[in-house]
């Protein structure tokens, strides 16, 4: 290994939950603040939690809606643009042009 390269090791680091729950482990830092642990996960405490999904949801669709709006657009405009250069291909073969 090169020296002086490495990080310093803090054997004893403290790793400090939101819900208050703390330990010990080893890490390069001291002290490691944390969001969710093994104590205040529903996964392992097996408690229910509702999350709001439903504005998530009603967010993403009027998102998908305005993109949808846009397309719809944007492809009415295409096809108006196709439609004109149509009739004077037409009318350019007729020698209307």
Not at 84 to 89: G, S, V
């Amino acid at each position: 290994m090169k020296p002086k390269i490495h990080p310093k090791y803090y054997p004893t680091a403290r790793i400090i939950c939101a819900c208050g729950n703390a330990w010990n482990t080893g890490a390069t830092v001291p002290e490691i603040k944390v969001d969710v642990c093994s104590a205040c996960h529903p996964f392992y405490t097996g408690e229910q939690r509702m999350v709001d999904t439903a504005g998530q949801v009603d967010r993403f669709m009027k998102r998908l809606e305005r993109t949808a709006d846009t397309v719809d657009q944007l492809r009415a405009n295409q096809d108006t643009q196709r439609k004109a250069m149509q009739e004077a291909r037409i009318a350019k073969r007729r020698g209307d042009a």
